[in-house]
């Protein structure tokens, strides 16, 4: 599992500032706990080997150092660029509400869910996305800080027992306008 996160991890983020945490609820006792929050999926609950939670972080830009800091050391960073970077975060903070914040860290949290399905494939494990549960109650649930951490999707995982139903897709004329 600490492979497949780690490689979903080098999905894009806004600035880099990598929002995402992951809480992989994984014992029947958590499990329970999570059962109440959802509005379905109770079967990939009882059968998948986890739910992964994936939930943004309020306070991501208490990291941005530590980020270009290893950029830099990393040799992938000249070091004007992270000075100006932290400038340009400092300024930018005292801007943003926390609607914002939370808006854009769940749209970053959107990617690393998409790549974290591609990655879990490769590894041979099946997933299932997941966002028909409380928003609102699903940190306290679990006894996550709801202040901090705010929810963007799960991810169930294991392998499938059996073969998933196939999907349709709208037709790209329906969802794509050229101006």
């Avoid at 609820?25 to 999570?34: F, G, P, T």
């Avoid at 000075?83 to 943003?96: A, C, D, P």
């Avoid at 879990?120 to 997933?127: I, L, P, Q, S, V």
Wanted: with cysteine; glycine share 6%; charged share 30%.
């Amino acid at each position: 599992m600490s492979i497949i996160l780690e490689e979903a991890t080098r999905a894009p983020s806004s600035m880099n500032m990598q929002p995402w945490r992951f809480f992989i609820v994984e014992s029947k006792e958590a499990k329970e706990k999570l059962r109440p929050v959802l509005y379905g999926n109770h079967l990939q609950l009882d059968t998948s080997s986890a739910m992964i939670l994936i939930f943004t972080d309020l306070k991501k830009y208490d990291y941005a150092e530590k980020i270009y800091d290893k950029a830099v050391e990393s040799g992938l960073m000249p070091e004007e660029v992270r000075e100006k970077q932290l400038r340009n975060i400092s300024n930018m903070i005292h801007t943003l509400d926390e609607h914002q914040v939370e808006m854009d860290g769940k749209l970053d949290g959107g990617l690393v869910a998409m790549q974290l399905m591609h990655i879990a494939r490769e590894h041979g494990y099946d997933t299932c996305s997941i966002g028909g549960f409380k928003h609102e109650l699903i940190a306290d649930a679990l006894g996550i800080d709801s202040k901090r951490y705010k929810p963007v999707m799960i991810v169930s995982i294991g392998k499938a027992a059996e073969e998933g139903h196939p999907s349709v897709r709208l037709d790209i004329e329906d969802i794509a306008y050229w101006m």
